[in-house]
Nanobody
């Protein structure tokens, strides 16, 4: 079945780095815009970074200069390189993307990954 699979989470100390990956798998005919969200305990989910079909990017101001989002269209995969991590970056990071899942039907369906834990200790 079609799904988004996240990997690369874990626990690091403040100042460390992690790289998250999100791969669209199954019978996927196209991937449009891709996004990373995160949610800390007791807080609302927030958009961390986006990478668009044309390669353009957007970032949450608090991660600018520390996080880099990118994509590999040949692999239907996006990445989030996270450097200089801070305790406030802790949360569940979730991949989101618009996927074309039918041949010759260009409608985009909104898919979400299950989420992956990132923990940054002080």
């Amino acid at each position: 079945q079609v799904q988004l699979l996240e990997s690369g989470g874990g626990s690091v100390q403040a100042g460390g780095s992690l790289r998250l990956s999100c791969a669209a798998s199954g019978d996927v005919f196209g991937v449009e815009n891709m996004h990373w969200y995160r949610q800390a305990p007791g807080k609302q989910r927030e958009l961390v970074a986006s990478v668009f079909r044309d390669g353009g990017t957007n970032y949450l101001p608090s991660v600018m200069g520390r996080f880099t989002i990118s994509r590999d269209n040949a692999k239907n995969t996006m990445y989030l390189q996270m450097d200089s991590l801070k305790p406030e970056d802790t949360g569940v990071y979730t991949c989101n993307a618009g996927l074309q899942i039918y041949y010759r039907d260009y409608h985009l369906y909104d898919y979400w990954g299950r989420g992956i834990q990132v923990t940054v200790s002080s």
